[in-house]
């Protein structure tokens, strides 16, 4: 991973842990109380691809080596990605990157295991 020094990404507003498998991995969507700055993101992610076509575009880009980022750079929401089997370090990468996201996650994860608790009867 870059050395960040002490940048992270703004505070989340909101987070949605949108499936946790074992086939598909973690994805999360992430929506933030303000918008992550392009300069923020560059800085930030490995491997940082723009597209921009006319007035928007997305980028896609690797925070360390177990996440992909996604995102549309005028919006205040990204999509996270990353493999149930690094789960620790890319949860460990996150947390040092994101204000309160270990606490999130830990929260979307009791939910998932409520509902399938729920369905299961």
Not at 32 to 38: A, G, I, R
Not at 45 to 66: C, I, N
């Amino acid at each position: 991973m870059k050395e960040t020094g002490q940048l992270t990404f703004p505070s989340i507003q909101d987070f949605c842990l949108l499936h946790a498998c074992a086939q598909r991995g973690v994805k999360i969507r992430l929506e933030f109380q303000e918008l992550p700055p392009l300069a923020l993101l560059r800085e930030l992610l490995l491997e940082l691809h723009v597209h921009e076509t006319g007035s928007t575009g997305f980028f896609r880009g690797k925070l360390g080596r177990w996440v992909t980022v996604t995102g549309i750079p005028e919006k205040n929401h990204i999509t996270l990605q990353f493999s149930l089997i690094f789960r620790e370090r890319a949860l460990e990468d996150l947390a040092a990157l994101i204000p309160d996201f270990q606490e999130e996650y830990s929260l979307g994860m009791m939910y998932l295991e409520e509902r399938r608790n729920r369905e299961a009867l």
